[in-house]
């Protein structure tokens, strides 16, 4: 028994270099970009009016602050694993060698489904705007090329489309994805600069009264929960993306410098805009007519800017394809280091001589999301991909406080001004906003770690590479 449990958790030690080495080709500027690009998405342009109209009204600003000190935490958590530990697993290659096998499986298991029902999610939203404007010059595909089947259609094909194209830019090579990523990140930035130039001079204060309708945290009647802590739960989803950058190690020319700056650089832009978005936002419309698929088009069709709302689409399109991008990227690298340390088949970690990039495991990521994006109605996943996002925060929060012990002389590492609070406040604000969200959200999340665990048993622990190797 005793000889079992110590193989669960044995554990990695710390290394920079893999027998499967990917292409160093990324700056401090790519990373940075990177982060923005999987960031600024679905929560500035949708998540923002829903929170307002439903959960905190106008004190939705209050909710992306909330937001952003959790992720502030999470993130210079981050920003000091991948410094130290390095790595392309991001919060897996971490767990390994903080806790061991079993605990980095469960957390990978958890990042699967969090990247791939995001990347599938994100597609069907994708599709809806690019269909919409498609509808508006009058070539709108039809409803059977648009839903899915139990919604009456046969598929959603611009949805599998999109998914396959993004394949096959990661297909080509990394560094032309990320040229891709920052024409499309200036797109958006281009988009959100013209609300803002707008929305400023049409602000009508009244609409900020009263400021908190429902409090910090309030539970109504019929059993939901709204308020500050309750929208800052749901616009978490908004932040998502900032992680993604640690997934980029083994592709960052100087990863020791450029991923901190990458991850915090990221973070602290975007949490600027959303607040200063939210802001506009709620001053421009009153909060209850915010609860509509695209509130930042509305608030310019409000106040009569019909062709700024048009280039409003234009940017939403370009957000989510950047969205999808980076997702699909972390995925696959999250897939390639479980791989290579043969807890997934070692075919999904062979790199391609030619482009340097791991293209089965690409391949297969883009057939199986993109089934599931055109044949299966997601509807809204954010609450889902919101918990295994913050259970990832948790633990690489408390994995700091482990790796810590390991590099007490090793002065080349990133590290936290605060550090002994920083992994203690980004577990307890992390924990709390996982504490919000619904129970059916996490009576989801148990049934898939259990059908990791049943996994893990069946196949990962004999194939473990860590069983070829002494303890």
């Known amino acids: 028994m005793n000889n079992f449990f110590a193989q669960i958790f044995r554990k990695k030690h710390i290394h920079h270099k893999h027998p499967a080495n990917l292409k160093k080709c990324l700056d401090a500027l790519d990373l940075t970009l990177l982060g923005v690009g999987c960031i600024i998405g679905t929560g500035i342009f949708v998540l923002t009016g829903i929170a307002a109209a439903n959960q905190a009204g106008p004190a939705v600003i209050l909710s992306f602050v909330v937001s952003g000190f959790a992720c502030a935490f999470a993130a210079l958590s ?259 280091a479980m791989s290579r340390d043969g807890l997934l088949p070692h075919i999904l970690s062979e790199v391609n001589q030619t482009t340097n990039t791991p293209i089965r495991v690409i391949i297969l990521c883009g057939l199986i999301i993109s089934a599931i994006a055109g044949f299966i109605p997601l509807g809204t996943l954010a609450e889902i991909v919101n918990i295994g996002t913050l259970a990832a925060f948790v633990i690489v929060s408390l994995g700091v406080i482990f790796i810590r012990k390991l590099h007490k002389e090793n002065k080349s590492t990133f590290k936290n001004k605060w550090h002994p609070l920083i992994p203690l406040l980004g577990i307890f604000s992390c924990g709390a906003l996982m504490f919000f969200l619904p129970a059916e959200t996490w009576r989801r999340f148990f049934i898939w770690i259990f059908i990791g665990i049943i996994f893990y048993f069946a196949y990962s622990m004999k194939h473990s590479h860590l069983n070829k190797k002494p303890a």
């Not at 806790?99 to 699967?112: H, K, P, S, T």
């Not at 090579?173 to 600069?193: C, D, E, H, P, R």
């Not at 429902?214 to 993306?241: E, I, N, Q, R």
């Not at 800017?305 to 690298?333: D, E, K, P």
Request: glycine residues 10%.
């Open 78 to 336: 981050y920003a000091e694993l991948s410094s130290s530990v390095g790595g392309c697993g991001s919060a897996y290659g971490y767990s390994y060698v903080a806790f061991g096998e079993f605990f980095a499986w469960i957390i990978g298991w958890i990042l699967l489904m969090e990247y791939g029902m995001s990347i599938a999610a994100v597609a069907n939203g994708w599709s809806g705007y690019f269909n919409n404007t498609l509808t508006a010059m009058n070539i709108g595909l039809p409803d059977s090329l648009t839903k899915a089947p139990s919604l009456g259609g046969f598929v959603n094909l611009p949805a599998m489309v999109i998914i396959l194209i993004i394949m096959s830019l990661l297909i080509i090579g990394v560094k032309q994805s990320a040229k891709f990523n920052a024409a499309m990140v200036f797109v958006k930035l281009l988009t959100i600069t013209l609300f803002i130039s707008v929305a400023i001079f049409n602000v009508n204060p009244a609409n900020w009264h009263p400021f908190m309708p429902y409090g910090w945290f309030t539970t109504l009647p019929d059993g939901k929960t709204v308020g500050v802590l309750a929208g800052a739960s749901l616009v978490f989803f908004a932040y998502v993306g900032f992680d993604a950058v640690s997934t980029a190690a083994e592709e960052a020319i100087n990863p020791q410098r450029d991923l901190p700056k990458g991850i915090i650089g990221s973070l602290a832009f975007c949490t600027v805009i959303y607040i200063i978005v939210a802001s506009l936002l709620t001053g421009v419309v009153p909060y209850q007519e915010l609860n509509v698929s695209s509130p930042v088009a509305y608030a310019l069709e409000k106040i009569g800017f019909q062709g700024a709302s048009a280039l409003v689409a234009t940017g939403v399109i370009a957000g989510l394809t950047t969205v999808m991008l980076v997702l699909y990227f972390a995925l696959t690298r999250i897939i390639f």
